[in-house]
């Protein structure tokens, strides 16, 4: 079946630091890739999103990239703040599927 | 706020007891999905609508579980006799069928069974 493995955390930067957090893919076919965010107190939240192989997609200064031949999907951001502290999820929608399979999550924590 | 929401947002109960949860998505949207999420991990599928018809279930979904949407609108999910596994936070996702790759979340149900 479909499964998202992501880097543990947690992962303590400071301010203006660069941020990778890893994530790769297992599925059959041609799924989409999302990372959702999860703020203290708060629901998951739709970041970004890819649907097809090289898209990049973006958001308040996260990026990633769909890449098919490593099967991964890394989020990126070049100077995180304070404000981004929150617990990050790759996830994936397979192909005919109906339902995000979720990788387990990890915790940043920006200190300034 | 025209989000999705869910009630109750904490749930205590003791082993043995039956619970229900309440769902309301956002307006419109015809697609809703609940999800469990317990302690250091990532939300599992439990099950999906559209509109009224529930159309996948998780193998996660015991038959101490049932959930329901009538009129395709708000859904419950019943658990029944409670254990101790069933503690996790409850989410809720609804989408538009169009538009289905983008579900919005939830606050959840944080369920503590004692």
């Known amino acids: 079946g479909d499964s998202v493995t992501q880097m543990e955390g947690p992962v303590t930067l400071s301010e203006e630091a660069f941020l990778t957090i890893n994530c790769t893919y297992t599925?059959?076919?041609?799924?989409?890739l999302f990372w959702y965010v999860q703020y203290p107190g708060e629901g998951l939240q739709l970041l970004l999103k890819?649907?097809?192989?090289?898209d990049k997609g973006s958001n308040k200064g996260f990026e990633a990239t769909y890449r098919k031949e490593t099967t991964s999907f890394h989020l990126e951001k070049g100077s995180v703040q304070v404000s981004d502290s929150a617990v990050y999820f790759c996830a994936l929608f397979g192909a005919g599927s109906y339902q995000l399979t979720f990788g387990k999550g990890t915790k940043l924590s920006v200190i300034p | 706020d025209t989000g999705v929401s869910q009630n109750p947002r904490h749930k205590i109960t003791k082993r043995g007891q039956n619970v229900t949860f309440r769902c309301d998505p956002i307006?419109?949207?015809?697609?809703l999905y609940w999800y469990r999420q317990t302690l250091g991990q990532g939300p599992e599928f439990l099950t999906y609508?559209?509109?009224?018809?529930?159309?996948?279930k998780s193998r996660l979904l015991s038959d101490r579980f049932s959930a329901e949407r009538p009129k395709g609108s708000f859904s419950t999910l019943e658990i029944q006799r409670t254990e101790q596994g069933d503690s996790a936070m409850y989410l809720c996702?609804?989408?538009?069928?169009?538009?289905?790759?983008?579900?919005?979340f939830g606050p959840g149900t944080r369920l503590t069974v004692l």
């Open positions: 609508f559209q509109n009224e018809a529930q159309l996948e």
């Open positions: 996702a609804s989408s538009l069928m169009d538009r289905g790759l983008e579900q919005f």
């Open positions: 890819a649907t097809k192989a090289d």
């Open positions: 599925a059959t076919g041609y799924p989409s």
């Open positions: 307006s419109e949207h015809n697609r």
